[in-house]
Nanobody, 114 residues
């Protein structure tokens, strides 16, 4: 069973940047789609974007042009580079497969506030 551990969150001012990491305990080499998700207070978890094994990415309209997903299969790690952060990006961020196959990790808190 693959375990997912997210890290890299924190408090950042609007317009700032953060880079999140998602480390998998097992190999993600054969996992086609790895995604990032987020859950804001009082809201349901939502899809942020994903990356295929071939490096093709797709993003929610709310983050397109500001967020970039990448993956390092050798390190079993997926990254989320977040630029031009807005207060509405405040949430706990998670990673999982495209089908949300594995148990959710603890997530990493991102707070965008002045």
């Amino acid at each position: 069973q693959v375990q997912l551990v997210e890290s890299g969150g924190g408090l950042v001012q609007p317009g700032g940047s953060l880079r999140l990491s998602c480390a998998a305990s097992g190999s993600i080499f054969r996992i086609n789609v790895m995604g990032w998700y987020r859950q804001a207070p009082g809201k349901q978890r939502e899809w942020v974007g994903h990356i295929t094994s071939g490096g093709i990415t797709n993003y929610a309209s709310s983050v397109k042009g500001r967020f970039t997903i990448s993956r390092d299969n050798a390190k079993s790690t997926v990254y989320l580079q977040m630029n031009s952060l807005k207060p509405e990006d405040t949430a706990v961020y998670y990673c999982n497969t495209g089908s949300q196959k594995y148990p959710w990790g603890q997530g990493t808190q991102v707070t965008v506030s002045s």
